[in-house]
């Protein structure tokens, strides 16, 4: 007789390999030709909402590593509130305008204005964004991401634009938007001034160097000081930026330092009293004669040549006057840098740069200085010192300097007409510093990252000098240079850009705009000006809560959560921050989450030049999009999350046990149906309540972590429940009662109901993360009404009645399990056995283990995984056999008694039955209901 054919095996049409690759694009068609995301909203529509709003990508070339882990970390938050039964409406959108599609459409057409209209170019801007977006929408898409991808929003939409510049119109009526010749940061290379967020520190090498500005007027510093001889003196400064010195305007100190008047190698010096021995060592004069000590404030409005042009600059305080470097005295050129802008403007000193946008200087600038390059006046300046005994020092050092983080240049700081949002006016700083104190921060330390930034920004910069992007559209008045703060104005503008697009602004006459009686409300002037500058990108994306979150009815504001990378603090967190309590007077998001950059498996960058780039298409064409997203949730994203081919091929193996193990599940259950066959909580043996009780608290522990975003926690305790509770424990102990006992028995048909809840809470607990996966495991189950494992929330399981006496019982069972593999393992290394249940086992147990083990009986062998057990008197055991747990002695060898051809237990019953010689009487039993009896496992 064939025995395997009265086993029940395991039967699936689940296959072992996922050959993700391949099987998941047909995953990928069925949710796009079912509408999934469309079903799901429909499903939920009276449930409460969960708004995680997109951060917009840039729309220009291909999606990286980076994009992959931001939106895969999104979609795992939204897909495990859909567990959690929210609604879950996930808008992914982008940003559309700005330099780098200029960049691009240049190369085809030429700078506009000259071999191409500005219209024209715009309208090549617009289409290489649309393609642009359709690459990466596909890659998403492939990604697994579910979301609104039929109606994403774009920055470039008409009516975006055209709510783009309602909030502007918000703020300048509300006088947050002002106009000044303020240092922003400059790019020569992109011809425009740049934001905060577009800058990124380097190193680089710079001359560093020490001028001396002599003192105009000798008797009226010795009358300050109270010195009785006038001695002709020099103030030091310092300065890694000598192009800057024909901007100078004064020499800053700070009123309550304590400076000093110096005689060193027959020089007179003024220096902070602090930096004395320092600046002394630069120079190389250890040694000098203080000749007086003074407050900084004692000098102020002293006047001082400027070292090589012919005017006198002032002595001016300020405190941002520092002694951490230098001399404490303080080349100030206003038109170059905040603080020396800021100081200058108490002093009502000129703000007057002779630097062209184009990094040279002005032509009519002597000296040798007109038309050079910055470059060149770094060379030019210490040469113009050193010929007039001026240059105290010169070295060559290297420091952090701004680049452009399209270019990879120097960015210069520097003076122009441009347009801010105040920082002071209406508090905003104040009030944004609230909000950041009002947000969940995750991790905590990005609320002092945001608020330190918030506490130092400057004004906002938002205009820029280029073609491709949303007017700042504004009148500002011909007179005295106001903007109109008009709001009908500012309505009419934006209904003619909701209808046509930016080109309204740059094409429709002004009066299309302005009232007859339009007059300036500052001077009463009735000329203006149209302001043909565009707004920074980031007031695009800034105002993605006014034009998204407000606009979609599906929506709600604030947003539950933002969630981007750290470098978003500077960012799109900031911008949206800015302008949301700017206009409406609190953030935009209750929660802000972040996440670390991904470098190579050494901790290294990812960098082209280094060659250690690794492209999501090629992961996911190599190993699966599940397996990405596994690598996401396996890491902790807090910090800098490493890839590389190993890590990927390590979670393969893990990829493979969780897998396999739902495999294993789906196999054994092919023939039960949890509406006929599941039995009651109760009546479920008892090693099957206990594996179900610890099934449910396994679950609250996961939903926890989804909801604490701790997705590292979830993998390892879902991977830890497949590998070691499940595989190297119940699922094992489960085989012989499965395959063996009757296939409606009581003992089968409770260890189904078993497999069957834990099933049905895995899937739940993986989808987020394993998507593609999940929804395989989902359609395989069957006797499904959902048609998506993302239409189920957490299944309901039932605590058994004595589930903490349960634990605590079988916990102790599991310890002498442990002991038993322990004492085996000698005989399998001799290969003396092949497995537990080549060996017979006894337990010389003291009274307490005896009373304990006792009531299982025969099923202790079944637990144990071996073909005999018996129990003995502790007092019997055999000399030399020592207790691996106290108070209970293990011993074991093999087994010389036949093997059951059907159950594989080697018995001292083979062959009784004479219709059945090759099997033990227990499977003779278990060939027809009721099989035998099972209580304990």
Not at 142 to 148: A, K, M, S, T
Not at 800 to 818: K, T
Request: aromatic share 8%; proline share 6%; net charge negative.
């Amino acid at each position: 007789m064939d025995y395997k054919q009265t086993l029940n095996l395991p039967k699936t049409e689940f296959p072992m390999q996922g050959k993700l690759p391949e099987r998941e694009p047909a995953t990928l068609a069925r949710w796009q030709e079912h509408n999934l995301y469309g079903t799901l909203q429909k499903a939920r529509a009276e449930s409460p909402a969960f708004i995680l709003h997109d951060g917009p990508p840039y729309a220009n070339g291909n999606i990286h590593i980076g994009h992959a882990v931001n939106k895969v970390l999104k979609d795992i938050i939204n897909k495990s509130k859909l567990s959690e039964g929210f609604r879950v409406p996930y808008v992914p959108g982008w940003d559309c305008h700005g330099l780098p599609i200029e960049i691009q459409v240049e190369k085809e057409l030429g700078r506009p204005g000259e071999k191409v209209s500005g219209q024209a170019f715009r309208n090549a801007c617009r289409a290489y964004a649309e393609s642009q977006i359709a690459g990466q929408r596909q890659d998403f898409e492939r990604l697994g991401i579910i979301g609104d991808w039929e109606k994403p929003y774009l920055t470039m939409h008409f009516m975006a634009e055209a709510n783009i510049l309602r909030e502007l119109g918000r703020l300048t009526v509300k006088g947050q938007v002002v106009r000044g010749a303020k240092p922003v940061h400059w790019c020569v290379d992109c011809g425009s001034a740049l934001a905060e967020a577009e800058v990124e520190y380097q190193d680089r090498s710079d001359p560093s160097i020490d001028v001396a500005f002599v003192v105009a007027d000798a008797a009226d510093l010795s009358q300050r000081l109270g010195l009785a001889e006038p001695a002709e003196a020099s103030v030091a400064i310092w300065t890694t930026t000598p192009w800057t010195l024909p901007a100078n305007q004064a020499v800053a100190l700070h009123p309550e330092y304590t400076y000093v008047l110096l005689r060193a190698d027959k020089r007179h010096l003024i220096l902070a009293a602090d930096l004395t021995e320092s600046t002394l060592a630069r120079y190389g004069h250890p040694e000098a004669e203080v000749l007086a000590e003074f407050a900084g404030a004692v000098l102020e409005g002293l006047q001082l040549r400027h070292p090589f042009l012919d005017r006198e600059v002032p002595v001016i305080l300020g405190q941002h006057v520092t002694l951490e470097a230098g001399t404490g005295c303080v080349h100030t050129a206003p038109a170059h840098g905040v603080d020396d802008y800021e100081a200058a403007r108490r002093y009502h000193l000129p703000v007057d740069s002779p630097l062209l946008g184009n990094g040279r200087f002005k032509e009519d600038l002597p000296l040798g200085l007109g038309g050079i390059t910055v470059q060149e006046a770094n060379e030019r300046v210490p040469a113009l010192l050193r010929a007039r005994n001026a240059l105290l020092h010169f070295e060559k050092i290297r420091h952090s300097y701004p680049h452009c983080w399209r270019h990879k240049t120097p960015l210069l700081f520097r003076a122009t007409p441009q347009w801010f949002i105040s920082m002071s006016a209406n508090d905003l700083r104040e009030k944004a510093i609230e909000a950041i104190d009002a947000t969940r921060w995750i991790p905590d330390w990005g609320k002092d990252r945001i608020a330190g930034m918030v506490n130092q920004r400057p004004d906002w910069c938002i205009s820029r000098q280029r073609a491709w992007g949303v007017p700042v559209a504004l009148f500002s008045c011909a007179q005295c240079g106001e903007p109109l703060r008009d709001t009908d104005t500012f309505e009419r503008v934006a209904q003619a850009v909701e209808t046509g697009g930016v080109d309204a602004w740059f094409n429709q006459p002004d009066s299309d705009f302005l009232a007859a009686d339009a007059h300036c409300g500052n001077c009463g002037h009735e000329h203006f000006h149209k302001v043909t500058d565009i707004l920074d990108v980031w007031f695009d994306s800034g105002a993605t809560h006014a034009f998204v979150l407000e606009q979609r009815p599906e929506l709600h504001s604030p947003a539950d959560l933002y969630l981007e990378g750290s470098d978003q603090h500077r960012g799109w967190f900031q911008s949206s921050l800015l302008e949301s309590v700017a206009s409406r007077g609190r953030a935009p998001y209750k929660a802000v989450l972040t996440h670390g950059f991904t470098v190579d498996g050494e901790g290294r960058k990812m960098s082209k030049s280094v060659g250690n780039v690794i492209a999501p298409q090629t992961i996911i064409d190599r190993y699966g999009a599940d397996i990405l997203r596994l690598w996401v949730a396996s890491e902790d994203y807090r910090s800098e999350i490493p890839i590389s081919d190993t890590i990927l091929k390590q979670l393969g193996d893990s990829y493979r046990r969780i897998r396999n193990t739902a495999r294993y599940m789906l196999g054994n259950t092919h023939d039960f149906n949890p509406a006929t066959d599941a039995l009651p909580t109760a009546e479920l043996l008892e090693m099957d309540r206990w594996m179900l009780s610890h099934t449910a608290l396994l679950q609250e522990e996961i939903r926890a972590a989804y909801g604490e975003y701790q997705f590292l926690r979830v993998q390892q305790r879902l991977h830890h429940f497949c590998s070691v509770e499940l595989g190297g424990l119940y699922l094992d102990v489960l085989k012989d009662r499965l395959y063996t006992t009757p296939a409606a028995s009581r003992a089968r048909r409770s260890a189904q109901t078993v497999l069957w809840q834990m099933l049905e809470a895995m899937v739940v607990w993986m989808a987020p993360i394993l998507s593609f996966t999940a929804e395989e495991i989902w359609n395989e189950m069957g006797n499904r009404s959902s048609p998506s494992v993302f239409f189920a929330q957490y299944p309901k399981i039932t605590l058994a009645a004595d589930s903490e006496a349960l634990d605590v019982r079988w916990e102790r069972l599991n310890r002498l399990r442990d002991a038993v593999n322990a004492t085996l393992e000698p005989l399998r290394q001799e290969k003396k056995i092949g497995s537990g249940l080549d060996a017979e086992i006894a337990l010389y147990a003291n009274s307490d283990w005896h009373e304990f083990l006792a009531p299982l009986g025969e099923e202790l062998r079944f637990f144990l995984l071996s073909s005999a057990c018996a129990l003995r008197p502790y007092g019997e055991r055999p000399e030399g056999c020592s207790d691996i747990i106290p108070g209970i002695a293990i011993q074991v060898r093999p087994s010389d008694a036949q093997k059951c051809a059907r159950c594989w237990h080697r018995r001292p019953d083979m062959g009784r039955h004479p219709e059945h010689p090759d099997i033990c009487n227990r499977c003779v039993g278990n060939l027809a209901l009721p099989g035998e009896t099972r209580e304990f496992c």
